[in-house]
């Protein structure tokens, strides 16, 4: 039996090494995004049904019931904690959320280690539950894309699987966060893989699918936002919606700027200085308004209804994003999805507010203005406006605002990146913390595609020297390649033909007994190892840095026992994303 399932396994690899593998993919995507949601729903727990039995009210998010003194205090000693557990434990890396995640997909094949993992988790809810301005979404999507890696590596299966699954687990995540399925699909597409193929799609879906149905059994299927229909009145009111996208834009340039400020002059303090820091801002902030802290949802869904004043609103918006770019600039790991959706309900309340002002009876609800500013800023924030509109419509189950929606959303990105020159604030991330990140179509295809799935197995093995009659009985078997070895190791790569060729002229000539496979006249090309997990990324890579034409793909398959199970060379590799 144990050697029936090692054989299964190994076949499930090769199998996976292919980027048309789409069975088995659909079949991975969705053990990933039942795992993925079953985390996604403990963390939910661990944040929200924890603090509830401290907090006034029995409420998680009651901070405003809390005396001043420990809205100062609570996100100070957070952050304390936060810093020592994260200079005891990171080992320098103190870069988390959605930034990490596409940071290991585009350099590290989408591995993440399960201390990281851990680190996650314990800190983003120690951030949550002590106030800081952060949101969960974003400690989802890297617990969420953790799950799916964690499984791969422990399947030892081929890292452009690893990838698809790391994606499957970001989708999954959205999915269980906020109940909205198709929002987790578009994200982990559009803003984290930045690629759409069949193969990516379908095991990614059914993630999104899988996780969402264990929202649903644990949490009911209700929208995250209770809110009546909102839809635009007249198509007279679209040149407030243009504003608002305007305002919008500004605001998330503005917070992105923010942002960056913080990082860097953020980066001469040591990391405990720098999260307490934060948590000071924060505190010094909710002792004028605290609903800044924490997630804040209560405080959306209220700017939804419409029952915030003018004058809080404004306060509320300049608040929420000082204190928000402060945690996301000194390092709180939490998310900024959350935050961009209150920093957007509330812009979008207050331009509703002063347009009712304005223009008595012509405008439609302060709320509806709240909704469009959530995508509005989720879309220039994250440069993502198909995902900002997704979670619109599915946040409040609410199509009517797909029309104004759109385009609210791709003004204010184009203000936020066009006129302010801001880029996703996931990159703005990574470059503060000295990261690059940078893809193409080529790398996405190389990527998509492991070494399993391209390598040709039709070869031999033999040592450089071989007699006639062991040289046409290795020639016998047809097959297409030779891996010469030499002191017990692959030293090139020979062709089959070229063999027989030389074997061939010199028997004409009547001569010969033993062949040196390293000195007849042929093609040959010295080989460097490859796992059988890598991508064809990591394969052109090292044959860049090996200074080789030709790979040969192994993996130990006991102690001290290398299997080899096929050669790869240059031309393979580029045939593979060439037309």
């Known amino acids: 039996m144990g050697d029936w399932l090692h054989r299964r396994l190994e076949q499930i690899r090769l199998n996976l090494s292919r980027s048309d593998a789409l069975l088995t993919l659909a079949l991975m995507g969705l053990v990933t995004g039942v795992l993925a949601g079953g985390v996604i729903v403990a963390f939910r727990l661990a944040v929200e049904e924890g603090p509830a039995f401290f907090m006034p009210g029995r409420e998680a998010e009651n901070f405003e019931a809390l005396p001043a003194w420990l809205r100062l205090l609570m996100p100070i000693a957070g952050g304390l904690f936060i810093g020592l557990l994260f200079r005891w434990a990171a080992g320098g890396q ?157 605001i998330a340039a503005l917070f992105i700027q923010l942002f960056q400020s913080f990082a860097r002059h953020g980066e001469a303090l040591a990391f405990w200085w720098r999260t307490m820091l934060a948590g000071l801002i924060v505190g010094l902030c909710a002792l004028a308004a605290p ?82 500013g959530m995508g509005a800023m989720m879309g220039a924030s994250l440069q993502a406006p198909l995902a900002g509109l997704t979670a619109m419509v599915e946040l409040t189950h609410n199509p009517e605002i797909i029309m104004p929606g759109m385009l609210v959303i791709v003004v204010a990105a184009l203000t936020a990146s066009e006129l302010f020159g801001k880029g996703s604030i996931f990159i703005t991330m990574l470059k503060s913390a000295g990261l690059d990140y940078h893809t193409s179509p080529v790398l ?78 042929a093609w040959r090309e010295q080989v460097a190892p490859i796992h059988l997990q890598a991508t064809l990324q990591e394969a052109l890579e090292s044959l860049d840095r090996e200074a080789v034409e030709a790979l040969y793909v192994e993996r130990v398959t006991a102690p001290g026992i290398r299997h080899i199970y096929g050669v790869l060379t240059r031309g393979q590799i580029e045939s593979a994303y060439h037309y």
């Open 291 to 372: 609903e800044v802290m924490g997630i804040g949802y209560d405080t959306v869904n209220s700017a939804l209804l419409g029952e915030l004043g003018l004058g809080f609103l404004v306060v509320l918006v300049l608040l929420k994003v000082l204190a928000s770019a402060a945690c996301g600039g000194l390092g709180i790991p939490g998310g900024m999805i959350g935050p961009s959706l209150f920093i957007g309900a509330v812009a979008g309340g207050l331009v509703g507010q002063l347009a009712v002002q304005l223009l008595p009876g012509a405008v439609s609800n302060p709320g509806f203005y709240a909704l469009l």
């Open 444 to 521: 996405q295809a190389l990527r998509r595609v492991g070494v399993g799935g391209v390598m040709k197995r039709n070869f031999v093995r033999h040592d450089r020297m071989i007699g006639l009659s062991g040289a046409r009985e290795l020639l016998a078997g047809d097959p297409e390649w030779i891996l010469v070895d030499e002191d017990g190791r692959p030293a090139a790569l020979l062709r089959a033909v070229d063999l027989a060729r030389h074997i061939e002229g010199n028997e004409e000539e009547g001569g010969m007994t033993t062949i040196d496979l390293m000195q007849i006249p």
């Open 94 to 250: 103190y870069v988390m959320g959605v930034a990490r995640v596409m940071e290991r997909l585009a350099y590290h094949q989408g591995y993440i280690s399960l201390r990281e993992f851990v680190l996650q988790f314990v800190g983003a809810a120690v951030s949550i539950v002590s106030g800081h301005s952060v949101g969960r979404e974003g400690p989802h999507v890297y617990l969420g894309a953790a799950a799916g890696s964690l499984l791969g590596q422990r399947l030892s299966l081929p890292n452009n699987s690893i990838r698809t699954m790391v994606g499957c687990g970001i989708a999954a995540a959205i999915a269980a966060s906020f109940n909205t399925p198709l929002a987790g699909v578009i994200f982990a597409l559009e803003v984290v893989m930045m690629e759409y193929t069949l193969a990516s799609f379908i095991p990614v879906i059914l993630a999104a699918v899988s996780a969402n149905a264990v929202f649903i059994v644990v949490f009911g299927d209700v929208p995250a936002f209770q809110v009546p229909t909102l839809e635009l009145g007249s198509l007279a009111e679209m040149p407030v919606v243009l504003v608002l996208g305007l305002a919008v834009g500004c």
